[in-house]
């Protein structure tokens, strides 16, 4: 081989390494990708982490250690966990959170409902006007709820705000209450939950339904937990932009293979636009910076106008900090398909209002969000409802609960 064939070839090898070679977590943190500088400890944080908290920095590190023993605990090629990574999905698999995110069973005319009514000639007649007119997305839309099982976390620190005996009862409570998804945290030091508890409540949803979705919630940070949430049964893993930055498009891949769907969690314009070109189709918009532990109120409503109208190929979900039934309004008045509730319903009695709030009302098409029609509410058969919360009981109620 000629001089400059050998060195074009060795060059060629090194972009390759580059590119292909598994990045390390660590650096991929947003304040890293804006400073180019490795993450370190200030001494403010590691007081911190002697009182007990934990911040995003501390959790991704620690969790990083907890995979590198998993793995040596499951080199083996015949360990279940490995075998789960492996499979290769043959047909098409049923992708039970994204019809649970759709709400899809309770649209009688939805084509993904295997119990689909046919349309009335007036029906179809209507539709094409809309079609001739430009608006053949305009259609009523259904929202979803989930719900973010945890008894702590990272932006409460040193606070339990939940308890419970196991995760699976309030997952089943939960979906019998009209939740289409729950969120089941795995991480014990940071959200107080296990792995044994996802595995219960993906068998407690099962015994209620087979339409509502379990999401195995984590910091990922290695390719073994997909494995990990594939072996347990969930439908799907919520993966963050921030922690993942490059490196999410491979973890994407890897979950469609092994037939895992999943939910990506941003927080920015860019990691948003990320999540996009990666051809994520879950994207979780939270208000919650994870980087600074910030709440930023209306984050997820400046960025719902980065996604396609009513109908899109993105289901797009938001929550973070959500506290009455008037913020999650907004955020689906404003386009989201559905929002994720945590701390405020956890052991709460205003769980099944905020449930209902939600799942017994009909949503105009996210092009009408700017006109000022914000405080009108439809049933669910698209009538304009008299009152603000008409059918939704609150806590007071004496027959709430019945």
Not at 233 to 240: C, N
Not at 262 to 278: G, M, Q, R, S
Not at 308 to 327: E, L, R
Not at 360 to 374: I, K, M, V, Y
Request: include cysteine; aromatic fraction near 6%.
């Amino acid at each position: 081989m000629k001089k400059t064939q050998w060195l074009f070839t060795l060059t060629l090898a090194c972009i390759a390494n580059a590119f292909l070679a598994p990045p390390s977590t660590k650096y991929h943190l947003r304040s890293h990708i804006i400073n180019h500088e490795p993450i370190t400890s200030s001494s403010s944080q590691l007081q911190s982490s002697r009182n007990g908290a934990e911040d995003i920095y501390g959790a991704v590190h620690r969790k990083e250690y907890e995979m590198k023993r998993l793995n040596a605990q499951h080199a083996s090629l015949s360990d279940p966990i490995r075998m789960a990574m492996g499979y290769a999905q043959e047909g098409i698999e049923q992708k039970r959170l994204a019809a649970a995110l759709r709400r899809v069973y309770d649209d009688p005319y939805n084509p993904a409902n295997p119990d689909a009514k046919e349309k009335s000639l007036e029906q179809l007649e209507r539709e094409e006007k809309m079609l001739e007119n430009g608006l053949a997305e305009a259609t009523m839309r259904r929202g979803s709820f989930i719900v973010d099982i945890k008894r702590r976390s990272l932006s409460y620190p040193r606070e339990q705000f939940a308890r419970y005996d196991d995760a699976s009862l309030v997952a089943e409570a939960m979906v019998r209450l009209g939740a289409d998804v729950v969120f089941v945290n795995v991480d014990y030091h940071s959200y107080g939950g296990d792995l044994g508890e996802l595995k219960s409540a993906v068998k407690a949803v099962r015994g209620v339904t087979n339409e509502a979705a379990v999401v195995m919630k984590d910091i990922v940070v290695d390719e073994i937990q997909l494995g990990l949430a594939k072996e347990a049964g969930a439908d799907g893993i919520v993966l963050i932009a921030s922690v993942l930055g490059p490196a999410l498009e491979n973890f994407l891949n890897l979950a469609t293979m092994i037939g895992l769907e999943v939910i990506v969690e941003c927080h920015t314009y860019n990691e948003v636009k990320a999540a996009l070109d990666a051809l994520a189709t879950n994207i979780m918009v939270s208000n919650r910076d994870r980087i600074t532990g910030e709440l930023i109120p209306d984050q997820a409503v400046k960025l719902a106008g980065m996604f396609p109208g009513s109908g899109g190929p993105i289901i797009t979900i938001a929550g973070g900090g959500v506290t009455n039934t008037d913020q999650m309004k907004k955020l689906l008045a404003v386009g989201y398909d559905g929002v994720v509730v945590g701390k405020t319903v956890m052991g709460s009695p205003k769980a099944p209002e905020f449930i209902r709030a939600v799942r017994d009302r009909t949503l105009l098409p996210a092009e009408f969000s700017q006109w000022g029609l914000d405080d009108v509410e439809f049933d669910v058969d698209g009538n304009v409802m008299s009152g603000p919360k008409k059918g939704i009981p609150s806590a007071s109620d004496d027959d709430v609960f019945l």
